[in-house]
């Protein structure tokens, strides 16, 4: 098989695309995965799937031709998405922070409409889990926690080396966690993890300080007119603003509650730490960490590692091709289109389940 892998790295491509509250990527991939090139552009939810798809489409026909591939060897085709979804149909399923519009939107059946080849769609959270597993810093690691700290909170959860993704494909939801507090969430509940910790929540709260006058640091910034960003709470705590303090150590504490409980139930080995949360400095992280050794048991956290990574351009996008990747490979997937060179749309008519 693993020959058989190699020699079959270059016969074709895959294309990926992978979407967060900030931009939407798009990109081509090789068979092992490697990526070959990427576009990006603002998320822009609020014009539909139809519209981001029309993007994803004309860019992923400029690559091709700048990269001169037919469009003949384009094996499959991996999203991630924002929202809940079923893997085996490619259908959005719910999301608290997609409109209506993108539910039950058939992205299996408007991608294989532009291309002759299967389509797998999943969460963002789960490709970004699935690219540190295959290619970043939990590579063979069997068990671990994807932290996604960002404008939103989410996690991609591995077991046993595999992607957990639960019965709607809404494993991983540890941002709608409720922790307290009447702060409303895009899900409608209040008290959620995000709605209270998440990066939205603290520029909200940021903004409000730099307003009523509680931060000069932020009342500086919007008199400026500078758009505030989760990177400026990390510099506000370093310039000794009391705001900035408050917030990023409440943050910090509040999903280390959150994850101390999560940790609990799946005792993984590796917490990873990923989005702008991630990297507001060492006070997030050392109240994060408090409290996840503080709401753990602590045999569990024993020999927990907690380790920090950057997210770049291509981290999503990685994680997509894996997860093409895994599909086609599957022994009988690969029944199924063996004799013919490579998989096509017709895959899915025949019936091919993921797992």
């Known amino acids: 098989m693993i020959l058989f892998l190699i020699s079959y790295a270059s016969a074709g491509v895959i294309l990926v695309g992978f979407a967060n509250l900030k931009h939407f990527y ?192 932020f009342a500086r910034l919007q008199e400026d007119g500078t758009p505030l960003q989760v990177s400026h709470l990390g510099e506000g705590v370093r310039y000794g603003d009391e705001t900035s303090q408050r917030l990023v150590a409440m943050s910090g504490m509040t999903i280390g509650r959150a994850l101390g409980a999560t940790i609990n139930v799946l005792n993984p080995a590796v917490i990873v730490a990923g989005g702008s949360l991630s990297h507001l400095g060492d006070l997030f992280l050392a109240s994060m960490r408090q409290a996840i050794y503080g709401h753990s048991l602590p045999f569990v956290t024993r020999d927990l590692g907690i380790v920090v990574v950057q997210q770049t351009e291509g981290s999503g996008l990685v994680g997509a091709a894996q997860m093409v990747i895994d599909q086609i490979f599957l022994p009988r997937c690969l029944a199924k289109w063996i004799s013919v060179g490579q998989p096509t749309s017709a895959l899915h008519r025949l019936g091919e389940a993921s797992n």
């Open 26 to 217: 798009v990109g081509v991939a090789d068979l092992s995965g490697h990526l070959l090139a990427s576009r990006n552009r603002p998320s822009d939810f609020s014009a539909g799937p139809g519209d981001a798809f029309a993007f994803a489409e004309s860019s992923w026909e400029s690559m091709l031709t700048e990269l001169d591939i037919d469009r003949r060897k384009v094996w499959g085709v991996g999203i991630g998405l924002p929202a809940h979804s079923n893997l085996a149909t490619a259908t959005l399923i719910d999301s608290p922070s997609l409109p209506t519009s993108w539910i039950g939107y058939p992205v299996r059946e408007a991608l294989s409409s532009m291309f002759d080849a299967p389509v797998w769609l999943d969460t963002s959270d789960n490709m970004l889990a699935l690219a540190e597993m295959r290619a970043g810093v939990t590579k063979g690691q069997r068990d671990f926690i994807y932290l996604n700290a960002d404008l939103a909170i989410g996690c991609g959860v591995v077991s046993d080396a595999r992607v957990i993704r639960g019965a709607q494909g809404a494993a991983g939801n540890i941002g709608h966690i409720t922790v307290g507090g009447d702060e409303l969430c895009r899900c409608g509940r209040r008290g959620c993890l995000e709605a209270v910790a998440g990066g939205e929540a603290l520029l909200r709260a940021a903004v409000a300080a730099g307003r009523n006058g509680d931060s000069a640091y």
